[in-house]
């Protein structure tokens, strides 16, 4: 099946800070509960390279623009101040892409440039096989980053988010 450039990609899976960033973004406050933060719906749509449109619960967006994508070089590792949850302002961001399957998935890091570093992966799918996610992790730790603090997204109960 041929992926349109309206299509939006799914965000099955990433760092725990990641999720919670959007969400407040999102929300305009920090969710209040993990089961808050299980109905994001989390998805991106547009082109890899100039805009993205970030949407959830229930068709709030954020547009971004993206200047930066790195292809496989200068990727952004985890390091002082990966993985924290206490959020700021949104800040400039260069993301790069460190791995795909070639089929549906690609884990990218997020540098938020100045803050922190973090990583997500977009799909075509909205979710992913175990031998997938078997292999992001793998490239998650290769990178510093601290598996514990993966997350998953759960897009089963989109109906009922009510926001």
Not at 46 to 55: A, F, K, L, Q, V
Not at 85 to 110: E, H, K, Q, S
């Amino acid at each position: 099946m041929a992926r349109h450039a309206k299509d939006p990609f799914y965000v099955p899976m990433g760092s725990m800070h990641l999720y919670r960033s959007y969400a407040e973004y999102l929300l305009g406050r920090p969710p209040q509960s993990q089961e808050e933060l299980n109905k994001m719906n989390l998805r991106i749509q547009g082109s890899p390279t100039h805009t993205w449109i970030t949407t959830g619960y229930d068709q709030r967006f954020i547009q971004q623009c993206i200047p930066a994508l790195a292809f496989f070089k200068g990727f952004c590792l985890a390091g002082l101040g990966s993985e924290l949850t206490n959020l700021g302002p949104i800040r400039r961001t260069m993301n790069t892409l460190v791995w795909t399957d070639n089929r549906t998935a690609a884990l990218f890091t997020r540098c938020v440039l100045g803050y922190q570093n973090d990583w997500f992966v977009l799909s075509m799918t909205p979710t992913l096989d175990r031998g997938t996610m078997k292999e992001i992790l793998k490239t998650v730790i290769k990178l510093g980053f601290n598996a514990s603090y993966a997350a998953r997204a759960r897009y089963d109960d989109y109906e009922n988010n009510n926001y």
